[in-house]
């Protein structure tokens, strides 16, 4: 990775909203050139990269779905096309299913560990083979793995697949310089939270901060897990939750 801040390279996927785009505005602001992963939401994609421009970064705008192994590859590539290389990957994008396991159909199985699990895989993977020595991966996992609610174990079952992988995974591209970890965020003010029927006020008055969080409260943990201050963590799953957990 290269030693000047303004000299790397970062890729996020699902970064037109949400805790994504929170993160690809973080590492603009630390002078990363940045990919703005979407799927179908050009204009909020279009938007992240026009308010990273505005503050003085670098960003650019790239469909894919990062679901699809091939689309993701290209993605992938397309930091080295771009901008001449890959030194950071923050794995965002994911998919959710709420619903009792008795009522859960394979197809629902199917869609949920296809978004969250092989995605990850995948991603890992292509990063592993791209990646200039001395990168970051990040995973964004869930605390869903750690405290188990009802009617997520589709979500849950699938974040920690990916979260296993992340421990192996930092073993093995150690050597490199690599570091590999995840982050658990807890409820955060998303437009996916909002749309889970979550019950907001019951896990409010179960935070001890007493509050959901905030995007940028995550994007600020992956940012410094992406920095050179955290050269010395790998393997880690982090919670950043308000102490919910």
């Known amino acids: 990775m290269p030693s000047k801040a303004t000299d790397r390279v970062a890729v996020v996927t699902g970064s037109s ?3 994504g785009r929170a993160t690809a505005l ?8 940045v990919i703005v992963n979407y799927h179908t939401d050009a204009a909020s994609a279009k938007q992240v ?13 790239a469909r894919a779905d990062a679901a699809d192994p091939t689309e993701l590859r290209t993605l992938l590539d397309a930091a080295e096309h771009h901008y001449g290389g890959l030194d950071v990957l923050v794995h965002n ?5 709420r619903t009792p396991l008795t009522a859960a159909t394979d197809g629902d199985y199917a869609h949920t560990f296809s978004l969250n699990a092989q995605a990850t895989f995948v991603a890992l993977r292509e990063a592993g083979r791209r990646m200039r020595d001395g990168g970051r991966i990040v995973f964004i996992s869930s605390i869903v793995t750690r405290i188990d609610p009802p009617g997520e ?11 296993h992988l992340i421990r192996t995974f930092a073993r093995e591209i150690g050597p490199r ?10 409820p955060t003010d998303t437009d996916g939270f909002a749309a889970s029927s979550a019950p907001v006020e ?4 179960q935070t001890p901060l007493g509050r959901l969080g905030e995007p940028e409260d995550i994007a600020e943990v992956i940012g410094f897990l992406a920095s050179d201050a955290a050269r010395w ?4 799953h982090i919670t950043v939750d308000g102490g919910l957990s």
């Not at 994008?93 to 299913?97: I, S």
């Not at 174990?153 to 990916?162: H, P």
């Not at 019951?202 to 008055?205: H, P, Q, V």
């Open 153 to 163: 174990a589709l979500y849950a079952a699938s974040k920690a697949a990916g979260e």
């Open 202 to 205: 019951t896990l409010i008055a």
């Open 17 to 19: 909203r949400g805790i």
């Open 93 to 97: 994008a994911a998919g959710f299913v």
């Open 177 to 186: 310089g690599i570091t590999v970890n995840s982050v658990l965020p807890g």
């Open 49 to 61: 990269v026009a308010d990273i421009e505005a503050g003085g970064g670098r960003a650019m705008t």
């Open 26 to 33: 973080r590492l603009a602001t630390g002078g990363a050139a």
């Open 233 to 236: 963590i790998t393997g880690q």
